[in-house]
């Protein structure tokens, strides 16, 4: 494989992406026939896909700051071209859309796994993206998170790539596709930044690097700047591409504020934190000014709360409660209880989507285990090449712990985890062979 271009999939990358798309495909017209969203976000998603006049400036009172363009006009095709009649096909056929997006996601976690390991590597963190649990019920809600992370993932493998050589075209097209991540969600925003200082600390082709960054950055600026301006221009302040993180950031100053979810008593709450009245529809300022008076209040106690719903979020796979009965006890509960010998081993076996739970956990904790271990194991001979995703992964953890941080927000991180667990278990795989048949493990160094 040339090291300094985007490797090509191979037969067994297709019919691997040919599987991994059929089972999205039946799981969307087999469990996802449905008009429900299944998703809290989903029908304001839809909302906008069905009125685009929302995402203009004049002539509407109700142009929204609170999101970025990118999802609903994803989503505007199947909301405007099949009839308002037809709900359930409307729904399923923007799932086999994502379907489709999540398949493109597995050939890129190959492509930017292979480029970073061997084959082998690529071909089990392949694998497992085809089969990961968490992503086959992600395609069928209405969620920002499947074209997200394949953008992001697409970003990731181009600005990998462009690192390796003197590549301005391809440091571009990687400033387009970051542009796209952050106007589907702001979270990216001020990666670069972390880019920037990755750079500069490490020294290997610092010069060709910056120049390669400059122009990332140049076009990741051009992408997103003039939805910059409008939303600005819509709330009257600055507005970093949507409002919404600034009122999580708000609410997770608070102790409550996982429930104070009630548009109805922002402005009665904020008053409150604030001691005066606010503006009707608070956009950015006051829930900046409010969420930094909570934490210099009680510092201690907010670093305290984000450090623990940080490690619960890591702990809690994304998904398990999708398609899901209410119920008076949790999942968690139930197992916790039948440890205790409180309850018995058919209240476990009752649990709604137990096998589906267990399969999220499964590849949830091989990823994170395994990502571990593969950092460790290839940090002394890839740590150039792997900054870039580690950072990414600090960098998300960061953004999500101030901004009210559930499994939802970390999701994105998990593609990582993936890669490195699969080299981790390559290696594994490696060293037990060699325990297991010395001689044969012998004759193929030699060779």
Not at 275 to 294: D, K, M, R, T, W
Request: glycine content about 6%; cysteine-free.
């Amino acid at each position: 494989m040339n090291q300094t271009s985007i490797p090509r999939l191979d037969r067994f990358a297709w019919i691997v992406l040919a599987v991994a798309l059929l089972l999205r495909v039946a799981l969307v017209l087999l469990f996802f026939r449905t008009e429900s969203a299944l998703t809290d976000d989903g029908p304001f998603y839809i909302l906008i896909a069905q009125n685009p006049s929302m995402l203009g400036i004049e002539g509407t009172p109700y142009a929204q700051v609170s999101v970025g363009p990118v999802y609903p006009i994803f989503l505007m095709p199947f909301f405007s071209l099949i009839p308002d009649s037809m709900p359930v096909t409307q729904m399923v056929a923007a799932r086999l859309a994502q379907a489709l997006v999540d398949t493109v996601t597995v050939g890129l976690v190959y492509l930017l796994a292979l480029s970073l390991f061997d084959r082998r590597a690529a071909r089990v963190a392949m694998i497992a993206q085809a089969l990961d649990a968490r992503y086959l019920v992600q395609v069928g809600t209405i969620h920002t998170e499947p074209l997200f992370i394949m953008l992001f993932v697409a970003f990731m493998l181009l600005y990998t790539t462009a690192a390796l050589e003197d590549s301005w075209k391809r440091y571009a097209v990687a400033g387009l596709l970051l542009g796209l991540a952050v106007l589907e969600r702001p979270v990216p925003l001020l990666f670069p930044v972390l880019l920037g200082l990755i750079i500069i600390v490490d020294r290997q082709n610092r010069r060709r690097k910056l120049k390669g960054y400059a122009w990332l950055v140049g076009v990741t600026l051009l992408v997103i700047a003039p939805w910059i301006i409008r939303s600005s221009l819509v709330a009257g302040e600055f507005v970093p591409v949507a409002s919404s993180g600034m009122n999580h950031f708000w609410r997770a100053t608070r102790e409550d504020g996982d429930v104070v979810d009630n548009p109805w008593t922002f402005n009665q709450i904020l008053s409150e934190d604030l001691g005066a009245e606010v503006v009707n529809n608070p956009v950015s300022s006051p829930f900046i000014v409010a969420g930094l008076q909570n934490i210099l209040a009680a510092p201690l106690q907010w670093i305290a709360r984000v450090a623990q719903d940080t490690i619960a979020s890591y702990l809690q796979p994304f998904g398990t409660v999708f398609l899901n009965p209410h119920t008076e006890r949790g999942a968690k509960e139930v197992v916790l209880s039948f440890l205790r010998g409180e309850s018995s081993l058919a209240d476990v076996l009752a649990i709604p989507g137990l096998l589906r739970r267990s399969l999220m956990y499964i590849w949830h904790y091989w990823g994170l285990l395994g990502g571990l271990v593969g950092t460790v194991l290839a940090w002394q001979e890839k740590r150039h090449q792997l900054l870039p995703l580690l950072g990414w992964v600090v960098y998300g953890t960061a953004v999500a712990g101030v901004l009210l941080v559930e499994p939802r927000y970390l999701f994105p991180l998990m593609f990582v985890f993936a890669i490195l667990a699969a080299y981790a278990s390559v290696r594994a795989w490696d060293a037990l062979s060699r325990r297991t048949h010395p001689s044969t493990a012998s004759d193929g160094v030699s060779a």
